[in-house]
């Protein structure tokens, strides 16, 4: 298990660079929603989730906890839902905040779910709140997150709602497109003699990465970057 600490220990610098930088909002995918259509903001979308490390991150980490198809479905759709409300809701109305904040507390939603699946509460003898309430409101987080960042683009009022709707199933598909290979690989995983090591030297990349997060995020946030 040291072993397993020590190379994510060292991974992980190298990671935190394009982690950081994942969600810019580049010139290109500008010129793309201003040239693209309502198709553009669909690809944006999905290509925002498919390199928002951090939102993968604490899916991957629910996802590892669940042994059920079921229960996948089950805790993804809430977490879906969440996220749905405050992409579309946020937006419409035009609600903000500073991005760094918001993307602080995605990372400790990160280094929240690693905690849990190696029961950190329970060693603390501390009663862990609801999976499925917490999976929720971080699905709201997550997705006001989303929101700050498609606000951070100039879409204009034209079709307003259709824009917001169609970055909205972008992120959907993104999602879908992250998680098949997520579930696949965990799935082959389980039934490797290996998988306990593994399990939790996953869940500690996870805490490890959470902190790295949000300490990054503070620092850009204190330094106006």
């Given at each position: 298990?040291?072993?397993h600490?020590?190379?994510?220990?060292?991974?992980?610098?190298?990671?935190?660079?394009?982690?950081?930088?994942?969600?810019?909002?580049?010139?290109?995918?500008?010129?793309?929603?201003?040239?693209?259509?309502?198709?553009?903001?669909?690809?944006?979308?999905?290509?925002?989730?498919?390199?928002?490390?951090?939102?993968?991150?604490?899916?991957?980490?629910?996802?590892?906890?669940?042994?059920?198809?079921?229960?996948?479905?089950?805790?993804i759709?809430?977490?879906?839902?969440?996220h749905?409300?405050?992409?579309?809701?946020?937006?419409?109305?035009?609600?903000t905040?500073?991005?760094?904040?918001?993307?602080a507390?995605?990372?400790?939603?990160?280094?929240?779910?690693?905690?849990?699946?190696?029961?950190?509460?329970?060693?603390?003898?501390?009663?862990?709140?609801?999976?499925?309430?917490?999976?929720?409101?971080?699905?709201?987080?997550?997705?006001?997150?989303?929101?700050?960042?498609?606000?951070?683009?100039?879409?204009?009022?034209?079709?307003f709602?259709?824009?917001?709707?169609?970055?909205?199933?972008?992120?959907?598909?993104?999602?879908?497109?992250?998680?098949?290979?997520?579930?696949?690989?965990?799935?082959?995983?389980r039934?490797?003699?290996?998988?306990?090591?593994?399990?939790?030297?996953?869940?500690?990349?996870?805490?490890?990465?959470?902190?790295?997060?949000?300490?990054?995020?503070?620092?850009?946030?204190?330094?106006?970057?």
């Amino acid at each position: 298990m040291r072993l397993h600490v020590r190379r994510v220990l060292f991974i992980l610098p190298l990671l935190i660079p394009i982690i950081g930088f994942a969600h810019g909002v580049s010139s290109a995918d500008q010129e793309l929603l201003h040239t693209g259509g309502l198709l553009a903001y669909i690809r944006v979308g999905a290509t925002h989730m498919l390199t928002g490390y951090d939102h993968l991150l604490f899916l991957a980490g629910v996802v590892f906890y669940l042994n059920s198809f079921k229960d996948i479905l089950k805790f993804i759709t809430v977490f879906t839902i969440g996220h749905c409300i405050t992409l579309i809701g946020a937006t419409y109305a035009g609600i903000t905040a500073n991005e760094h904040l918001v993307d602080a507390v995605i990372a400790l939603s990160v280094l929240y779910k690693g905690f849990e699946n190696l029961k950190g509460f329970e060693k603390l003898n501390i009663k862990a709140p609801n999976l499925l309430f917490m999976v929720g409101i971080f699905g709201l987080i997550h997705g006001f997150g989303l929101s700050t960042r498609l606000q951070s683009f100039d879409i204009g009022q034209e079709q307003f709602l259709a824009k917001i709707l169609c970055f909205n199933l972008g992120v959907e598909v993104g999602q879908v497109l992250a998680l098949i290979p997520i579930v696949f690989l965990l799935t082959l995983s389980r039934k490797h003699k290996q998988f306990p090591a593994f399990y939790k030297a996953v869940n500690w990349y996870l805490i490890l990465a959470g902190v790295a997060l949000f300490a990054y995020q503070m620092y850009g946030f204190f330094n106006g970057h």
